[in-house]
């Protein structure tokens, strides 16, 4: 196989343990977590099947695990309390410290506050959290 493309494919796994393939060349019937997230599933305990290899220049390559779509079990429900906990932390990014109101976005963290503490000169709305 011609360059960079033959050093990714070893579907038996002799060379790196699990059966390796170049990238967008992984057999139906595997997927990588975001594509199981996408159907609505979830790895579950089973072990990493396969998995992909894409070669960078002057570095090593990125690496996909894959895993079987027929032994994926289906994302567990969000319960009530959890989504209370994502909302509050959610509301937590939103608020600057400066002037503890809601900014309508996420606090960038290299302001650590919200653009008009930030940058004093241009006017604010504030906001709550609901």
């Known amino acids: ?11 038996t796994g002799a060379q790196f343990g699990i059966p390796t393939y170049p990238w967008r060349y992984a057999p ?3 997927a990588t977590r975001r594509q199981l997230r996408a159907r609505g599933l979830r790895p579950g305990s089973q072990p990493i099947a396969a998995q992909v290899l894409r ?3 002057r570095r090593g ?3 996909a695990h894959l895993y079987r779509v027929d032994q994926a ?4 429900p969000m319960t009530p309390g ?3 906990a994502l909302a509050k932390a959610i509301c937590a990014r939103r ?8 900014a309508g976005y996420v606090i960038p963290t290299s302001l650590g506050m919200c653009v008009p ?5 241009t006017p604010t709305v504030p906001t709550a959290c609901s």
Request: hydrophobic share 20%; net charge positive.
């Open 28 to 30: 139906d019937g595997l």
């Open 117 to 121: 503490c930030a940058y004093p000169e």
């Open 82 to 84: 959890k989504r209370a």
């Open 55 to 57: 070669p960078r220049y």
């Open 61 to 63: 390559p990125l690496v």
């Open 73 to 76: 079990k289906p994302v567990r």
């Open 95 to 102: 608020t600057c410290p400066a002037c503890r109101t809601d």
């Open 1 to 11: 196989m011609p360059g960079s493309f033959g050093k990714c494919y070893d579907p």
